[in-house]
């Protein structure tokens, strides 16, 4: 499917629209489209806001990416992963409506996406943003219910632009005249970003810190915004971070107008892998039994700063690095927030990525942030490595989602 485009990432939506229309413009027959931005927490983000919608007995579409194990993983059509005879029927459909021209891999399969939804009955659908927001291919819905920009760092910058400002005004693209958009914490730069671009379209904005808080209490999770207080259980999904992003669903669920027992199971139910996930089970699990292992995606500065305040929370006890990046990262930008937190740092390539990051050039980013680093030839090599230095350690796979989804395959 690349194959039809010189350029695997190539923003903007000119191919999207020909390829609808010729689709019969799928995307004005879908379900409430609920459209949420940001550079982290997104994901998480959509996964709590459909165990909402789901638990309040209705039914939601999901689009999201990048898949971790399965491509199936991306398409969940009322609650279901999409089955491979749907998905086949799907792209044969799509390229033959495409014929020879040019369309990226995510174009086509969005618009495979988009046209699965428009076909099979819900309530509600999620779409969560690919890269930026402006130009991105699943922001072709003239009128969303509701749109949401999680917090906007810095990542793609070969794509984006290189300030918090040129990235942020990307995100805000989602925005759309008369809709409200859920804001979560954001550096004042891109805030000022937002609420201009809000203010050109007409957009009104639910912003953290003005029109919403989130906080914990007493063991419990608090969320305040215009229309009163909601006392709920703590996040199931863990890490300090997660406290904002279930802020941003359960406020853009209220808006919606979903009651009490939606904002429970927001944040009761919601499952995102490779989201600070404790491996319990697995080869890896049976090869260092009294380790404690950690999984995150995590991948860009921000991501960095929030895993180290994750562990930083955690019971004391030595914990090992084991690190594979895309190289379009900053692995030192990544690193440097972790580097005192760790003892070490094993360095390791991501198999079948043409764009991995050689694991030496890991290795030197993490010396050069003062972490002691070596490299691997493997995530089970390394972790063999860790636990025959010290069978008890904490030990955090990180710095990729597709890192992390190599380790979810190979830990089934």
């Not at 799907?90 to 020879?100: F, M, Q, V």
């Not at 990226?104 to 999620?126: G, H, M, N, V």
């Not at 084991?322 to 198999?351: E, H, S, W, Y």
Request: charged share 20%.
């Amino acid at each position: 499917m690349i194959g039809v485009h010189p350029k695997v990432i190539d923003l903007g939506l000119g191919r999207m629209e020909r390829l609808l229309a010729a689709l019969g413009n799928p995307e004005r027959k879908l379900p409430p489209v609920i459209h949420v931005a940001g550079t982290n927490g997104k994901g998480s983000t959509v996964a709590m806001m459909r165990a909402g919608i789901e638990g309040a007995g209705k039914t939601v579409h999901a689009y999201t990416s990048p898949h971790l194990v399965r491509f199936h993983e991306r398409i969940r059509l009322a609650g279901t992963l999409i089955d491979e005879a749907a998905l086949v029927d799907l792209l044969h459909e799509c390229k033959a409506a495409n014929g020879d021209e040019p369309i990226t891999f995510f174009e086509i399969i969005t618009c495979l996406a988009l046209l699965a939804f428009s076909r099979q009955p819900a309530d509600y659908t999620l779409l969560e943003v690919g890269m930026g927001g402006r130009l991105d291919s699943t922001n072709v819905v003239d009128r969303p219910a509701l749109t949401a920009i999680a917090p906007v760092s810095m990542d793609h910058q070969q794509n984006l632009g290189n300030t918090i400002e040129e990235i942020a005004a990307e995100k805000a693209g989602i925005l759309k005249r008369g809709v409200p958009c859920v804001v979560g914490p954001q550096d004042d730069r891109a805030l000022e970003v937002i609420e201009r671009q809000a203010a050109r379209v007409g957009a009104s904005l639910l912003v953290h810190g003005q029109h919403w808080h989130a906080w914990t209490e007493g063991g419990r999770l608090v969320v305040q915004d215009e229309t009163g207080l909601a006392d709920l259980p703590l996040p199931n999904l863990l890490g300090a971070h997660q406290i904002d992003n279930a802020g941003m669903a359960v406020v853009g669920l209220r808006h919606l107008g979903f009651a009490e027992d939606a904002l429970t199971a927001a944040v009761t139910r919601a499952e995102w892998p490779a989201r600070l996930q404790r491996l319990t089970a697995g080869p890896l699990i049976d090869a260092a039994p009294r380790a404690q292992l950690w999984l995150d995606g995590g991948h860009n500065p921000a991501a960095g700063q929030v895993l180290a305040n994750a562990l930083q929370a955690m019971p004391k006890m030595p914990t090992y690095l084991v690190c594979g990046m895309l190289n379009t990262k900053d692995p030192k930008g990544f690193l440097r927030p972790l580097a005192p937190l760790a003892q070490a740092l094993f360095a390791v390539g991501i198999p079948e990525e043409t764009a991995t990051l050689p694991a030496e050039a890991t290795r030197e980013a993490a010396d050069a942030v003062g972490l002691t680093a070596e490299t691997a030839d493997s995530v089970d090599a390394a972790v063999a490595q860790i636990v025959a230095r010290d069978p008890a350690a904490r030990i955090l796979i990180c710095g990729s989602l597709y890192l992390a989804g190599h380790v979810l395959t190979l830990n089934r």
